[in-house]
DNA sequence: CACCCGTGGGG
DNA sequence: TCCCCAAGGGT
């Protein structure tokens, strides 16, 4: 073993972190961890493993969950399709292995909401099988240590740095070598002014020889933002309002939110009044409009309000939206920006 | 392949 | 305030 691996792994034995997914090899909580943990900081994930695994100890009771629960229980977790595809993988789990998780590679990566590296990571922490987990980790301290320019979101580079992770796997103890990589990339070489003074493989890294750390990695893409206006409506009814289900192929699918209207642009407080209110057959009372608020998403920026309408009188709801007593709103997944409207409107968890 | 999918922390 | 980006995956 050269160096670079010895000085890694022993820098691991001292700095991991004791992280609740590692106290065994469940399968089913490696899984859990490594979903939770797409795009995720382990400080902000690790709450959510804990609700998980109270909540569903097995995969089995998983898979017998309503999505409606599953849903609720990320909620505030952010990309909500994983919280979908986990929940439809649990089901597969249950009925094709019979509530044994697959223990090959090609079978893990085969459910919904598993890509190339959680099925490495899977596949290595759980079975000590030799597949290298690339992740954003891997590639800044590959492309740091090793000197490497290849854009790290190019096909290019994404083969590049795949196959110099197959052959420093090799010979290596799978799991323990993934998690030190990226516990390394996690903790030392972090993206903002990593800790090289005290870093264990200074001496050979070829970045800080050649001082280009702040160069590396390379990306070359950036993300284009898409500004949008919603309007929000409460139809407070005295003891309940109305909810609706969000579906298509749009952000916060499957989740409740307040009865809305789109718009390009920005409208102002005397047209919203005036627009289509997402129900017409009530008479109402205009109790507060909100000022805006902005909410930022990868590919987003929200720009919202929240109208404020006291229902005049019985109503016969003919919509498809939902009544729900106010007790029972926090029942219901809403993202972030719901839940802050409903909170401000003193309907909160 | 390009684009889309959330949220929060840090510089 | 703005920008980056975090144990990525789906379409």
């Known amino acids: 073993m050269d160096n670079f691996h010895t000085n890694i792994y022993n820098w691991y034995n001292i700095n991991k972190r004791d ?3 590692r106290k065994d090899r469940n399968p089913y909580k490696i899984w859990l961890s490594e979903i939770i ?3 995720t900081r382990v400080e902000q994930g690790k709450n959510y493993f804990y609700r998980f695994v109270e909540n569903y100890p097995t995969v089995n009771d998983l898979a017998n969950a309503h999505e409606d629960k599953v ?13 979908r595809n986990l929940h439809a993988s649990a089901k597969i789990i249950a009925s094709q292995y019979n509530g044994t998780f697959p223990n090959d590679y090609k079978s893990i990566l085969a459910l919904k909401g598993v890509g190339p590296y959680t099925a490495a990571a899977v596949a290595s922490i759980a079975f000590n099988l030799p597949y290298p987990a690339v992740d954003g980790n891997i590639y800044r301290v590959l492309s740091r240590y090793y000197g490497i320019e290849t854009p790290i979101d190019s096909s290019a580079g994404k083969k590049e740095f795949q196959q110099l992770a197959e052959e420093l796997i090799q010979g290596q103890d799978p799991g323990m ?5 990226m516990e390394f990339g996690a903790l030392q070489c972090v993206p903002k002014s990593p800790k090289c003074e005290n870093c264990p493989v200074v001496e050979s890294c070829f970045t800080y020889k050649n001082g280009l750390v702040a160069q590396l990695p390379v990306k070359e893409k950036k993300t284009k933002q898409r500004h949008r206006y919603f309007y929000y409506y409460m ?16 952000i916060w699918q499957n989740l409740y939110q307040l009865p809305l209207i789109e718009r390009e642009k920005a409208l102002s407080d005397a047209e919203l009044l005036h627009a289509d209110l997402p129900v017409k057959t009530m008479q109402v009372n205009v109790k507060s409009i909100s000022g805006q608020k902005k909410h930022v998403l990868s590919h987003q920026i929200i720009h919202a309000k929240l109208i404020y309408l006291e229902v005049q009188g019985n109503f016969n ?8 007593n106010k007790k029972d709103i926090s029942k219901f997944a809403v993202s972030r920006l719901v839940e802050q409207f409903l909170q401000e409107a003193g309907l909160g968890q």
């Not at 849903?71 to 919280?83: N, P, T, V």
């Not at 070598?177 to 990589?181: F, R």
Request: a positive charge; glycine letters at 8%; aromatic letters at 10%.
């Open 317 to 324: 709801n003919q919509s498809p939206l939902i009544r729900v």
């Open 235 to 250: 139809y407070d009814m005295g003891d309940s309002i109305l909810l609706d289900k969000r579906s298509g192929n749009d």
């Open 177 to 181: 070598h993934n998690q030190a990589l």
């Open 37 to 39: 943990l797409q795009q």
């Open 19 to 21: 992280l609740p997914w």
């Open 71 to 83: 849903l609720k229980l990320w909620q505030g977790l952010g990309y909500y399709s994983r919280a």
